[in-house]
């Protein structure tokens, strides 16, 4: 079985219906998965030079696997539960997104070549073939890049498929000029980039797709705001993304929109040690501004540049339930489907915080008891307390254009 099977179950994955994948209680990774796994095996007692990187590009710290080049920022996990967790998030947003690309040109003008930056295992590619496939496009040729070879062999599954292993920092990307006709990058705002690529913004990618062809990005930042009740459409909305927000119970929304700090105590913590941690890793945890800056900074190359942001609930803010501040407004009843996704929405940020442990605990400065004891807590308030009542949210952004 691949890792991708291990990963969402033996059996198919439906992203409209998340609540099979959003209702385990048990939010701790399963470690013993991990042990299992060759790709993940790797201790610095079996390796033949401690620097090495490229050969052995892995080690253990605690229960999880990470990068382990000293020189290279990446906070994140490298094994089978965070590679989960990447697959649930990645199919939650493709659920919200209403699919696995937002330009609206694609479905009728189906790419010969398309290019998926820090591809991870491989699913958003895998997902974007069957979508082009359902359409009779089944020429579709997918290409992944990534530091560390975690997908599994998509050709078995029907996907014209190649991937190259490659290092973000290094300057150029391993393509040649104008060759796809779409390049797509999800969640690499952690990935480490090297000085060119951080001065230069999205020159490599565009300089890898033709005329013609469709950059897009999708991310996040790292903190988390509290969303002010009831708030408006960003917009006006396309019946399509209307129809998307009203299934899903999010909220498009805009730099006007209204947010305030989180007020979980929980998550107040967990910023104030995400800010500190990467700011001495030098990476931000505000990726989303300088996303949308690059793509208003390249006007002379993109054309119908476009950007959709939604804010997805981690819980059932008291607002929905009561109906606004004087108790007027309408008042939410959420369906299984739409609590599922905030479910996941939820257990993909515990996740994420439990992954980058090592790195939160320092920040924090806690020992492992105290540090045992404030996850202990935080588990309880969010799940069972409440503790999400005030519309802490995860926000996630998109934007795309078209190279002149």
Request: aromatic share 10%; hydrophobic share 35%.
């Amino acid at each position: 079985m691949d890792m991708m099977s291990v990963a969402l179950g033996s059996g198919p994955f439906n992203p409209n219906n998340l609540s099979s994948a959003a209702s385990g209680s048990d939010l701790h990774s399963t470690h013993s998965a991990i042990s299992s796994a060759p790709w993940a095996a790797t201790s610095t007692s079996s390796l033949t030079s401690l620097h090495d990187y490229t050969n052995y590009p892995l080690i253990r710290q605690g229960d999880r696997t990470y990068l382990r080049d000293p020189e290279n920022n990446y906070p994140l996990p490298c094994d089978l539960p965070e590679i989960h967790r990447q697959n649930l998030r990645s199919l939650m947003l493709m659920r919200v997104f209403g699919g696995p690309f937002c330009n609206p040109y694609l479905p009728d003008r189906a790419p010969k070549r398309v290019l998926e930056i820090a591809c991870g295992s491989g699913l958003w590619s895998s997902m974007c073939h069957d979508y082009f496939s359902r359409r009779g496009h089944r020429d579709v040729a997918f290409y992944g890049i990534d530091i560390v070879s975690v997908a599994p062999d998509l050709r078995k599954n029907g996907v014209n498929w190649q991937f190259k292993r490659h290092d973000l920092r290094k300057p150029r990307l391993p393509f040649p000029d104008d060759y796809f006709d779409l390049v797509f990058i999800k969640d690499a705002a952690m990935c480490p980039l090297s000085p060119a690529q951080q001065a230069q913004g999205l020159a490599e990618p565009l300089r890898v797709l033709r005329s013609g062809g469709v950059l897009e990005v999708w991310d996040s930042d790292s903190v988390f705001r509290s969303l002010l009740p009831n708030p408006a459409p960003a917009r006006k909305l396309a019946s399509k993304e209307q129809e998307t927000a009203e299934s899903t119970a999010t909220y498009t929304f805009t730099a006007a929109t209204p947010f305030t700090g989180a007020q979980n105590k929980f998550l107040q913590n967990y910023n104030s040690w995400i800010e500190k941690a990467f700011d001495s890793r030098k990476l931000t945890t505000l990726p989303c501004a300088t996303i949308n800056l690059a793509f208003s900074l390249e006007v002379d190359v993109l054309d119908k540049v476009e950007s959709r942001r939604i804010a997805i609930p981690l819980g059932e803010p008291r607002w929905e339930r009561e109906g606004g501040k004087d108790g007027s407004g309408p008042r939410k009843q959420l369906t299984p489907a739409q609590l599922s996704i905030r479910r996941t929405a939820l257990i993909t940020v515990i996740q994420m915080i439990e992954g980058m442990e090592p790195m939160l605990m320092e920040a924090s400065g806690k020992t492992r008891d105290e540090w045992d004891r404030w996850w202990t807590t935080m588990i309880s308030d969010l799940f069972s307390k409440g503790g999400l009542a005030n519309g802490e949210c995860l926000e996630v952004s998109a934007w795309w254009g078209q190279k002149k």
